[in-house]
């Protein structure tokens, strides 16, 4: 590793802290380095506040050390007025002379500009530092302003002789197939996502709220598919607690209290138009954990980027098989007596 991607491999460190706190906005970290020390960290924390340019500049003490040193960044800084002024402005006016950048910003607004804005200012510029994992690192961004849809993860527990679920059960209270600590990770994860599904028979069989009460952060929005809009609103979905979006196939109305409907074509392609509408929607991830019939829809068209599947350690004999990926995982984990592997759809690599 040379001394570029070491400092890069930093700002990515620094990134992930603002994983789930960001969107619609990257995650972005930078360092700065006078003399091969650095001098100055940040990260970008908030969607609405200071970029991590701005506050890794803002953490350097002696700022006239930056006329002398090299400002490292995960992605591009942009070039544009949003929330805050363009970052790149910012390194032109503190006389920084170098920048090295992770990965080009795929965003309209910036693509490219914000290195074209440096150039002509005289700066010098190095652009694709380990690319891979920057790219990586923002692969919710990434997938949203690239693909047009948001980076989907499928999430599904199954028993050792693969079961979603009993034949019957006589509760509207899920069955846990995983323990205790799968379910509190699921909930971290949940924190780090814009978006959340379920399918009607989910939310009749388990009635789940979805939230992220076993973790701290923000609860992603829920996504319901509710065709007839038949579900009672007594479900826990419907406490208005956090933004709920019902899927169906005659209703349009604007969110109110926390709650909005939401028409789409129930077509051969469904997935394809849950899709369309989180990025109408502005949500850049979302978290599939629906039944065994969304979760194949997903699968069978080719609309999913991970799964996230746990095998606990309990068998049903029979029931709701859960869908099969004919697919190596990319990593594995034991949690106590759970098996979590991690899926990657090659395809989208």
């Known amino acids: 590793m040379n001394i570029h991607e070491k400092y890069i491999k930093r700002c990515i460190e620094l990134a992930e802290n603002g994983l789930g706190n960001t969107y619609p906005n990257p995650l972005v970290g930078s360092v700065i380095v006078h003399d091969n020390r650095i001098i100055g960290e940040g990260w970008h924390q908030k969607a609405g506040e200071a970029h991590a340019e701005v506050n890794a500049i803002n953490s350097v003490k002696d700022q ?20 805050t002024p363009p970052c790149s402005d910012l390194i032109i006016d503190k006389g920084i002379p170098r920048v090295v950048i992770g990965t080009m910003d795929p965003f309209a607004k910036v693509a490219g500009r914000g290195i074209k804005k440096l150039l002509e200012a005289g700066k010098e510029v190095q652009v694709g530092i380990l690319e891979e994992q920057c790219t990586a690192l923002n692969r919710r961004f990434f997938s949203f302003h690239r693909k047009k849809r948001p980076y989907i993860i499928l999430k599904w527990a199954q028993t050792r002789d693969l079961f979603l679920a009993p034949k019957t059960k006589g509760t509207n209270r899920p069955v846990w197939i995983s323990n205790r600590y799968s379910k509190q990770l699921v909930h971290k994860w949940r924190s780090e996502e814009a978006g959340i599904l379920v399918g009607t028979g989910t939310a009749l069989a388990d009635n789940p709220r979805l939230d992220i009460r076993n973790w701290t952060g923000n609860a992603p929005v ?12 007594e479900l826990a979905l419907f406490d208005r607690t956090i933004k709920t979006i019902v899927l169906n196939k005659q209703l349009n109305d604007k969110e109110h209290l926390n709650l909005q409907y939401q028409k ?24 599939i954990e629906g039944g065994e019939n969304i979760l194949q829809q997903f699968i069978s068209s080719n609309l999913w980027d991970e799964a996230r599947v746990f095998t606990g350690d309990n068998r049903f004999g029979n029931g709701v098989k859960a ?21 990657r759809n090659k395809h989208h690599d």
């Open 264 to 287: 789409i074509e129930f077509s051969e392609n469904i997935a394809g138009e849950i899709c369309r509408i989180c990025h109408e929607q502005e949500i850049q991830s979302l978290i």
């Open 64 to 83: 006239q050390l930056l006329k002398e040193a090299t400002i490292y960044v995960s992605l591009e800084p942009c070039s544009h007025f949003g929330k």
């Open 323 to 343: 869908p099969v990926l004919d697919l190596q995982p990319v990593s594995t984990r034991q949690i106590e007596t759970d098996l979590l592997e991690t899926f």
């Open 222 to 233: 829920r996504l319901v598919i509710d065709r007839e809009i038949k579900l009672s609103k």
